[in-house]
């Protein structure tokens, strides 16, 4: 047999497992130390105090305390996610997306509704009856000082 071929033959097995695609996602130990992750950080814990402040009152009694509500439970939720989204690294998953934009596009309409909510939240407080209904939880949302009363408000 000294002319004849030889024939390797390969074969090979695969199990279901091997089917299934891993993903594992980092976590980013040292983001709070960041510029980035600080101000994220103050972003929730300031949202948070705004959106206690109006939900924790009786907020229906002025209609536009409705609008202010939403833009804070809106843009504390995104900013939650946004977090999220860091803290994972999940940024680096996605490379399609321009985050840069996206986070330029976020804090800036962020910071446009949360200017024509806090307008809103001012104006509103006039229309209130001053010392009732939560009236001071509703200052304290727009960061302002309650205006003084003299004697002839009491």
């Given at each position: 047999m000294e002319g004849a071929a030889t024939r390797t033959?390969?074969?090979?097995?695969?199990?279901?497992?091997?089917?299934?695609s891993t993903s594992t996602l980092d976590y980013d130990r040292n983001f709070f130390r960041t510029a980035s992750g600080l101000l994220v950080f103050a972003e929730i814990v300031f949202g948070l105090v705004v959106w206690t402040l109006i939900a924790g009152t009786e907020y229906f009694r002025v209609s536009a305390f409705g609008w202010v509500l939403f833009v804070a439970i809106l843009y504390w939720v995104l900013t939650v996610i946004?977090?999220?989204?860091?803290?994972?690294?999940?940024?680096n998953k996605i490379p399609q997306v321009p985050w840069t934009t996206v986070g330029l596009f976020f804090n800036s309409s962020a910071t446009v509704m949360y200017v024509v909510?806090?307008?809103v939240d001012a104006v509103s407080i006039s229309h209130a009856v001053k010392w009732r209904?939560?009236?001071?939880?509703?200052v304290a949302s727009t960061v302002r000082k309650p205006p003084q009363t003299s004697q002839t408000d009491i």
């Open positions: 033959v390969i074969t090979s097995t695969s199990s279901s497992t091997e089917n299934f946004i977090l999220i989204i860091y803290l994972t690294m999940a940024y909510a806090a307008a209904h939560n009236y001071t939880c509703w």
